[in-house]
């Protein structure tokens, strides 16, 4: 079956800008999580949603990251005014259910940041 | 809060030897340990996971790991490596009681397979 899916995949956006990272979690899935990854170090947590709930959003960096996922499925990671230490690649991951033991991950959207 | 230390960022294997990648966490609870692998340009996969039971546990690829609640270890082993594997690994601990699954990674190990 389709695994997790992140768009776009790349994304360049001049500083000052807003940018919207999209993700489609496995059908059915519960539970999605957002993580950044920078260079060279291992993804840090960002925010977690339990199908609409946004349960826990104690990762996101500063009030310039916004993230939803309105009807339990798709979910939208938004970053306004973009700032160079914004670069990273971000992943998403979803899991069957609180408690699965099991997170799926999506490829990653690599933003640049200029 | 829970922490993931990898202790080596890099490590060069020649193929088909054996090769052991360190990890060791920090908790003040109990916690399930993860191992996952990175493929260039590629999301995580999952290569292992330690919930409860037998603390030595099978993955995908021939790789194994084994819990030592002691010293707070959970190393990951493969008795020949190829080409294939070369790839950045990830050590990973969420705490068991699921309130936040969240999932804590340490920095990550290369692992350079030498033909």
């Known amino acids: 079956g389709a695994g997790v899916s992140q768009s776009p995949r790349y994304k360049v956006a001049k500083r000052g800008q807003d940018v919207a990272l999209r993700c489609d979690p496995i059908s059915g899935h519960v539970s999605l999580f957002w993580y950044q990854q920078a260079l060279g170090q291992g993804p840090e947590f960002l925010t977690y949603f339990q199908n609409e709930a946004q349960l ?12 939803e996922r309105p009807e339990g499925s798709v979910s939208t990671l938004k970053i306004q005014r973009t700032q160079q230490e914004d ?12 408690g699965a033991g099991e997170q799926y991950f999506g ?6 940041v200029t | ?3 993931v230390t990898q202790l080596d960022s890099q490590v060069p294997v020649f193929e088909e030897a054996p090769v052991e990648l360190r990890c060791n966490y920090s908790s003040s609870v109990s916690v399930y340990l993860f191992w ?3 493929y260039p340009n590629q999301g995580l996969q999952l290569l292992l ?4 039971g037998s603390t030595l546990v099978k993955g995908i690829n021939g790789f194994e790991a084994e819990f ?8 990951l082993r493969k008795p020949s490596v190829h080409i294939s594997d070369t790839a950045e690994y990830f050590c990973a601990v969420t705490r068991t009681n699921f309130g936040n699954e969240k999932l804590t990674f340490g920095t990550g190990t290369r692992l350079t397979i030498i033909p």
């Open chain 1, 56 to 67: 826990d959003k104690s990762g996101l960096p500063s009030d310039r990251f916004f993230a």
């Open chain 1, 87 to 98: 670069s990273a690649v971000y992943l998403c991951a979803s899991s069957l259910y609180q």
């Open chain 1, 107 to 112: 490829p990653g959207t690599r933003l640049t």
């Open chain 2, 1 to 3: 809060a829970q922490s």
């Open chain 2, 36 to 38: 996952y692998v990175q």
């Open chain 2, 49 to 52: 996971k330690y919930l409860s």
């Open chain 2, 68 to 75: 030592n609640k002691s010293q707070t270890s959970f190393h």
